[in-house]
């Protein structure tokens, strides 16, 4: 999925679930966490991107935005579990 696409996929997540005809999270908000998807679209799979989406989605709806960088911890919390570790593991010494 395109990163643009993804925040535009964010947008009509919020907006459905916040139950408020204008959205929550306007275009500048969601723009700023394409660097994000495209991160994760490298390093995982349309799930990771969706589940990042999704992440983000409750974050927003129940609380606040998350900004760029909280926004990137929680894909990094994705991406970790299930086989795609953050670094390689070295050699542990």
Same mark, same amino acid.
């Given at each position: 999925?395109?990163?643009?696409?993804?925040?535009?996929?964010?947008?009509?997540?919020?907006?459905?679930?916040?139950? =408020?005809?204008?959205?929550?999270?306007?275009?500048? $908000? @969601? !723009?700023?966490?394409? /660097?994000?998807?495209?991160?994760?679209?490298? #390093?995982?799979?349309?799930?990771?991107?969706?589940?990042?989406?999704?992440?983000?989605?409750?974050?927003? =709806?129940?609380?606040?935005?998350?900004?760029?960088? $909280? @926004? !990137?911890?929680?894909? /990094?919390?994705?991406?970790?579990?299930?086989? #795609?570790?953050?670094?390689?593991?070295?050699?542990?010494?």
């Amino acid at each position: 999925m395109h990163p643009s696409d993804a925040a535009r996929q964010l947008r009509y997540a919020v907006a459905s679930r916040s139950g =408020v005809s204008d959205y929550e999270l306007d275009h500048w $908000e @969601a !723009r700023a966490y394409e /660097d994000v998807f495209a991160d994760v679209a490298d #390093r995982g799979d349309l799930s990771d991107v969706m589940s990042v989406i999704e992440a983000i989605g409750d974050r927003t =709806v129940e609380e606040r935005p998350p900004t760029a960088v $909280e @926004a !990137r911890q929680i894909a /990094d919390r994705i991406l970790s579990p299930g086989g #795609r570790p953050l670094a390689d593991g070295g050699d542990g010494n």
